[in-house]
């Protein structure tokens, strides 16, 4: 059964567990948006584009999530079902996309482990291909 919540900072609409947007004023669905840099699905809230994956994760888990990862679980990034998303630091969601042989995503702070500053003491990072990419450390 499909659950809506209202969007916080948006409260004339509401997002549902199964990771549709409507407009709670005409009860129409938002049609998302395929982001073509980083393939997820997207919605225009009064100007300005949400990530569908983090308005469900944001309505329906508990707590302050500021700063950390939304995880698609089964690594379909246009899957936005309540059950296919969890939250996680940078650094489990690039180990599960590694694993998993999904692309890696680009981010600031990631490097390949073999320009990372701890390669040479760090086991984990020194036991990697040099195209692991490793969210603790930076180019020298």
Same mark, same amino acid.
């Given at each position: ?19 549709? *947007?409507?407009? =709670? ?11 073509? =840099?980083?393939?997820?699905?997207? *919605? ?11 308005? *469900? ?49 680009? *981010? ?33």
């Amino acid at each position: 059964m499909e659950k809506w919540i209202t969007i916080r900072e948006h409260p004339n609409y509401e997002v549902s567990n199964r990771g549709n *947007v409507r407009n =709670k004023r005409n009860g129409y669905i938002l049609k998302p948006q395929l982001n073509r =840099k980083d393939g997820y699905h997207r *919605v225009s809230l009064n100007g300005k584009h949400y990530y569908i994956h983090r308005l *469900v994760a944001d309505a329906f888990f508990d707590g302050e999530h500021q700063g950390i990862d939304v995880n698609h679980i089964d690594g379909n990034r246009l899957n936005n079902d309540l059950t296919n998303l969890e939250w996680c630091t940078r650094k489990e969601n690039i180990k599960h996309a590694y694993i998993n042989g999904l692309k890696y995503p680009t *981010v600031v702070r990631v490097v390949r482990c073999k320009f990372c500053i701890h390669r040479n003491e760090n086991d984990f990072c020194a036991s990697r291909p040099d195209d692991f990419f490793c969210s603790d450390g930076e180019k020298r």
